[in-house]
């Protein structure tokens, strides 16, 4: 009967710490846009965002 006492404080302080866990993450909108990322990676972009400087530069002769 002893463990009840320790049990059910320790039971409220872990709800209202995964409360206050949630209103967190709710308030800085960790749940803004669950799709977006999702289709953003099989969207085909044309135009590479970073651009590239592809100078080829002939091998040199080793003889």
Known sequence: M???FLLIPL???LVVVIVWVF???VRSDQFDDLEG???RILM???EPKIEREDKEE???DKN
């Open 58 to 60: 002939e091998p040199k």
């Open 11 to 13: 039971a409220l302080v």
């Open 2 to 4: 002893d463990i009840i």
């Open 44 to 46: 085909d972009e044309d």
């Open 23 to 25: 209103m967190w993450a």
């Open 37 to 39: 990322p999702a289709y």
